[in-house]
């Protein structure tokens, strides 16, 4: 298996520079949300809980920067969801017939979303009993 080494000139998709990749790639990344909205019912109701728990954080006698850690965790939820279901779709691009590394790489992916949300939980909690 002898393949050429890559180039970065190859890839058609490395060719915007400066304000140009910028603009295309806050275009694609708001694609990517527009989607994630609309397809996947985990990132909409983690982005509720972000919608209605924000709110909370900045009515807490907390620190700014413990409302910016509770905000922050709940982003990093959502930034994982993404990413769980970058790894889904990759998957499923490459089949649906059940494998068990897809399994294993889906389990993984959604493992790290638990996680997530418990760190979040951690955080909330935490400030929450320190406000008290």
């Given at each position: 298996?002898?393949?050429?080494?890559?180039?970065?000139?190859?890839n058609?998709?490395?060719?915007?520079?400066?304000?140009?990749?910028?603009?295309?790639?806050?275009?694609?990344?708001?694609?990517?949300?527009?989607?994630?909205?609309?397809?996947?019912?985990?990132?909409?109701?983690?982005?509720?809980?972000?919608?209605?728990?924000?709110?909370?954080?900045?009515?807490?006698?907390?620190?700014?920067?413990?409302?910016?850690?509770?905000?922050g965790?709940?982003?990093?939820?959502?930034?994982?969801?993404?990413?769980?279901?970058?790894?889904?779709?990759?998957?499923?691009?490459?089949?649906?017939?059940?494998?068990?590394?897809?399994?294993?790489?889906?389990?993984?992916?959604?493992?790290?979303?638990?996680?997530?949300?418990?760190?979040?939980?951690?955080?909330?909690?935490?400030?929450?009993?320190?406000?008290?």
């Open positions: 298996m002898n393949q050429e080494p890559y180039d970065i000139n190859q058609p998709h490395k060719g915007n520079r400066g304000l140009n990749r910028a603009f295309h790639a806050a275009k694609n990344s708001w694609r990517g949300l527009v989607f994630a909205f609309k397809e996947e019912s985990a990132f909409r109701q983690e982005l509720t809980l972000l919608i209605v728990l924000s709110p909370i954080a900045f009515l807490l006698p907390a620190s700014n920067l413990e409302k910016v850690i509770m905000v965790s709940l982003i990093m939820v959502l930034a994982i969801e993404l990413l769980n279901s970058s790894v889904e779709a990759a998957i499923d691009r490459i089949s649906f017939e059940h494998h068990d590394l897809s399994k294993r790489a889906k389990d993984f992916g959604s493992a790290a979303v638990m996680l997530a949300l418990l760190v979040a939980l951690m955080v909330w909690i935490t400030v929450i009993l320190n406000t008290l």
